[in-house]
């Protein structure tokens, strides 16, 4: 197993790899084109950075977006209309900004790099967006969202999973129990990682209305918690209970 | 008059004092709030360039401390057969918190049974929070004190 | 005006108000509230944040200025403390509730959920909120029958006893304002401040409204010798006790009494100590209109009785110049009588009694001879107010601007002899009052 922990786009992106006949090198280097194309996808999708693809198309710059900025658009157009309008990029102040969804793409193409590259069994996680190589089934602890070195939840994930909502008292909440969000903590696994993260954002706002539009998409399942305390999750949604009190 | 103005001063003084002795409020919160722009970024702890193939089979670390939004904190990682079994908030400080004051009530919470469970291995964890990142760095810097990888 | 304090220890006890209420209102703009205030909820829970504050530091003062404690009533004088702690209640009570519903509509603005809803999820979700509750509803109930129009139709007695349940109101409010407080959560420093001095506060009252009282009570054993009939509506009544050449009271103070009979026992009334302690005596003189006044009339001989004092800074220790003059109307006869008991001989006193009938000038016998010892003169004046007039008071004394002056009476006419005595040239500091509320 080879590990690598690479703050880019405003978080942390953790590698595990397993080498699986792979010379270290040859992982390492691997490890390193992923963390170029993290940062390259940095470069172009960040809101913060002035010279960025992204920033030019807010101020109305750029007449012709680039390939990858039109596949944003175009995941980021699917994804509101899956979500039933609860993720929406264009109606954040000062424009289009597909952020809640870039990190779990960009994860993705990260980990295309790696699986290009020979990888069987890998694990990407972009600061709780969490991707892996089909075939690998990982197992991820949900964090807790009160109560701080516990989990919540022992989740499979054998393809996606994204967590959004508020533990802390984050820049979209001033309480508690979350503030302008629904839920403290929305977690969907399945599916692609960008959708997953999007969906993951709308459950965080749209409680229970969005877990229904979740349950009812093939391949994704998802919970929330609410503000009070209470557990909300979709019927195949394995939270891990059962695993973890027969081990 | 003469004691309406003491009262006014003894208050004043008794405002400023608590003002200043405590320094400038909520800094931390928009300090890490500007982080993906600037320089800020908490450092990452340790290179995560080489790789030892194992690590100690059981061995304590405690990471660094780390800035996150809303204060700092220090992530404690315990590791026996070669397995992190434990990753404990060594050090938190906030500004204040009221989420250490939520109830949970249906809401599992997974520590001692994770641990029992030798069978789980948690690869990663979710939790898209500022605290999160926070936490990765600091676990990761205790990883590299141990050389776990 | 009372005894004048020092005013050195005057405006030392306004600055530690002033300090405590300047690091109070302090805290919220460094715990973090003030950083959220432009967020969803944000203005209402800095509002509500201060308000609560402020609001229990104002209750924090007025439990501090209940315990009575002898060096804050020196300092304050008996009737300041007492004068600030009514002037404070409206506002303690004012702000706290103010701060419930300001941090109601916070969580509620910050959730996006109605206030009713929220005060559901409140009262669910965080601890000790239900006790705080309960604490607020006492505290509104305590606000509304001390509005002036219910609390004149209570009897006196009967609204004491219930207003005493703010210190229940602020012991259920106190944990939750530790344990949710954002000035306090996370701030160890100000979280034992705050609990330091309200366990100083309470330890305060204990001591000198329940500990002290209790000793003394104990000590004097005291018990009802006989009562007798003064005059219309004003009865005496001597006890007997132990150890009273240890009671160290002046003449012109009071105590609160309670007779432990069934029926009587949780009520207190203050009174006035008509004759020093003669051991193994001690006279009260009471005037009164109500039941009580009545039940006493008839309380047997050797009933036992419980003191709480004596109070009171209508004494000779308050007088600032060699020569006094003591105006007494109806009942306020008492006060000066025990008072002149502390005179010292060759002080030449001039007393002016006066009361609406004859029947009513009860003591007066008694005061004359005081008075003639001490080489003075007694004035009795009969009649109403338009027959006479306190002007008419005033001009009996040609040296009154030289002399102390020592009112006491009902507070219509404490009110108009002060302003009759102060327009004849005598300074605020050399007149002292004591007023009979009936």
Not at chain 1, 138 to 152: E, F, I, M, N, T
Not at chain 2, 63 to 70: D, I
Not at chain 2, 112 to 141: C, P
Not at chain 3, 202 to 230: D, N
Request: glycine letters at 10%; one cysteine or more.
């Amino acid at each position: 197993m080879i590990t690598r922990a690479e703050p880019v786009m405003g978080t942390v992106v953790s590698f595990l790899v397993e080498r699986d006949g792979l010379a270290d090198d040859a992982v390492e280097g691997l490890l390193d084109e992923a963390c170029a194309e993290l940062h390259r996808l940095d470069d172009r999708f960040s809101a913060w950075k002035p010279a960025s693809e992204l920033s030019r198309l807010r101020r109305g710059e750029v007449t012709t977006p680039s390939a990858l900025m039109r596949e944003v658009i175009e995941l980021s157009e699917i994804a509101r209309a899956m979500t039933a309008g609860y993720f929406d990029p264009w109606s954040l102040p000062g424009g289009f900004d597909p952020t809640g969804l870039v990190k779990g793409w960009a994860a993705e193409r990260a980990l295309a790099v790696l699986a290009e590259g020979g990888v069987a069994a890998a694990l990407v996680n972009a600061g709780g967006d969490i991707c892996v190589i089909p075939g690998t089934t990982y197992d991820v602890g949900v964090q807790h969202p009160s109560v701080r070195d516990a989990l919540c939840a022992v989740i499979r994930v054998d393809a996606a999973a994204a967590t959004s909502g508020v533990y802390e008292r984050g820049e979209h909440l001033c309480h508690p129990f979350g503030g302008q969000a629904t839920a403290v903590s929305a977690t969907v696994v399945g599916g692609r990682l960008a959708i997953a993260d999007a969906f993951a954002t709308a459950l965080a706002v749209g409680g229970i209305d969005v877990l229904d539009l979740v349950e009812s998409t093939p391949g994704l399942e998802g919970f929330f918690i609410t503000r009070d305390g209470v557990l909300a999750q979709t019927s195949a949604m394995d939270l891990g209970r059962d695993r973890i009190a027969s081990a | 008059m003469k004691r309406l103005l003491t009262m006014l001063g003894a208050t004043a003084a008794g405002f400023t004092g608590i003002v200043a002795l405590h320094g400038s409020p909520g800094k931390s919160g928009s300090l890490v709030r500007a982080a993906p722009t600037t320089t800020t970024t908490a450092p990452k702890p340790g290179a995560p360039t080489t790789t030892a193939p194992s690590g100690p089979s059981n061995a304590t670390a405690i990471g660094p401390l780390e800035n996150y939004s809303y204060g700092v904190m220090s992530v404690k990682v315990v590791i026996a057969n070669h397995r992190i079994v434990d990753l404990k908030v060594q050090k938190l400080q906030t500004l204040d918190s009221y989420s250490t004051q939520l109830a949970t009530y249906a809401v599992p919470i997974l520590k001692a049974e994770v641990l029992k469970a030798q069978g789980i291995r948690i690869n990663a964890i979710t939790g898209a929070t500022y605290t999160s990142e926070a936490y990765a760095y600091s676990i990761q810097g205790a990883l590299d004190k141990l050389r776990f990888k | 005006m009372s005894r004048r304090p020092s005013s050195t220890a005057f405006y030392a006890t306004l600055v530690v108000g002033g300090v405590g209420l300047g690091l109070v209102l302090g805290l919220p703009l460094v715990d973090g509230t003030l950083s959220e205030i432009h967020l969803g909820g944000g203005l209402a829970m800095f509002l509500g944040s201060t308000s609560g504050l402020a609001g229990t530091y104002a209750a924090l003062l007025m439990v501090v200025m209940a315990s009575r404690a002898p060096a804050l009533e020196r300092t304050l004088g008996q009737d300041g403390v007492l004068r600030w702690h009514r002037r404070l209640a409206p506002w303690t009570i004012g702000l706290i509730a103010a701060h419930a519903v300001l941090l109601t509509i916070a969580y509620a603005q910050a959730a996006h959920s109605g206030v009713w809803g929220e005060v559901g999820v409140l009262l669910r979700t965080f601890p000790n909120m239900v006790t705080a509750t309960v604490a607020l509803a006492i505290m509104v109930l305590i606000g509304l029958i001390s509005i002036r129009q219910v609390r004149t139709r209570i009897p006196r007695e009967r609204w004491w006893v219930l207003h005493l349940f703010m210190y229940v109101a602020l012991a259920l409010a106190f944990a939750h304002e530790v344990v949710l407080g954002p000035s306090f959560v996370r701030h160890p420093i100000a979280q034992y401040a705050w609990t330091l001095a309200w366990v100083a506060a309470a330890l305060l009252v204990l001591t000198y409204r329940v500990g002290v009282p209790v000793y003394r009570s104990r000590r004097h054993q005291l018990r009802v010798a006989e009562v007798l009939r003064e005059g219309p509506n004003v009865i005496s009544v001597i006890l007997e006790g132990r150890s009273l050449d240890r009671l160290a009271i002046a003449g012109g103070q009071f105590c609160e009494w309670r007779f432990l009979t069934p029926r009587l026992w949780w009520q207190a009334h203050p009174f006035t100590v008509s004759a020093l302690p003669q051991p193994p005596y001690l006279r009260l003189t009471v005037k009164g209109v109500g039941d009580f006044t009545r039940a006493l009339a008839s309380v047997a001989p050797g009933t036992r009785v419980a003191m709480e004092g004596p109070y009171g800074a209508f004494t000779v220790h308050a007088q600032r110049r060699r020569n006094a003059v003591l105006i007494a109307g109806g009942v306020g006869v008492t006060a000066v009588r025990s008072l002149l008991e502390d005179l010292p001989l060759k002080s030449r006193p001039v007393v002016v009694l006066r009361a609406a009938t004859e029947a009513e000038l009860v003591l007066a016998d008694e005061v004359e001879e005081l008075v003639r010892v001490r080489k003075g003169t007694t004035h009795r004046l009969v009649g109403n107010r338009d027959e006479v007039p306190m002007e008419a008071i005033v001009r009996l004394v040609p040296d009154l601007a030289k002399r102390d002056v020592f009112v006491s009476g009902s507070t219509g006419f404490v009110r108009d002899a002060a302003a009759a005595v102060q327009r004849a040239g005598v300074p605020a500091d050399a007149l002292h009052q004591e007023i009979y509320a009936l």
